[in-house]
């Protein structure tokens, strides 16, 4: 039983899921400060560990990032899929430039999501650099 003792609010969670990024975009932290990023990954583990007794609470969890692009997260899809087992009603917005993924992946993206989900494209870069993405 999970005891809201707080009164937080947890419909809505924003979730850095990854810090791993390939696009090399000009004026990106991981550009101009490479050595204070470390890149790391939430685990389907973690979001076991961590969401179990909340999950069925939550309305939407929004994949974004600030240092990195959610679909590199090594379990991303994992992740996705088991949110979903436990609370389909659960809306899912992932972020992402959306480069790097072949079409399997793509197609496996597609299985798991549904009628509530969104998926946003970034075009990433300046805007003299952005047509290389």
């Known amino acids: 039983m999970f005891d809201?003792?707080?009164k937080w609010p947890l419909e809505h969670w924003h979730i850095e899921i990854?810090?791993?990024?390939?696009?090399q975009c000009p004026r990106?932290?991981?550009?101009?400060?490479?050595?204070g990023l470390i890149n790391t990954d939430?685990?389907?583990q973690w979001f076991q560990e961590n969401f179990t007794p909340i999950l069925p609470h939550v309305k939407k969890i929004t994949f974004c990032g600030d240092d990195g692009d959610p679909i590199y997260a090594r379990e991303f899809l994992e992740v996705c899929e088991w949110i979903k087992e436990e609370n389909n009603n659960c809306q899912i917005v992932t972020i992402t430039n959306g480069s790097g993924k072949?079409?399997?992946w793509w197609q496996r993206f597609s299985r798991i999501f549904n009628q509530h989900d969104?998926?946003?494209f970034?075009?990433?870069g300046t805007h003299?650099?952005?047509t290389k993405y």
């Open 4 to 6: 809201n003792k707080n």
């Open 18 to 23: 990854s810090s791993r990024c390939p696009l």
């Open 28 to 35: 990106c932290t991981r550009q101009e400060v490479p050595e």
């Open 42 to 44: 939430l685990s389907l």
């Open 102 to 104: 072949r079409t399997e």
């Open 118 to 120: 969104h998926i946003h």
């Open 122 to 124: 970034s075009i990433d």
């Open 128 to 130: 003299d650099s952005n």
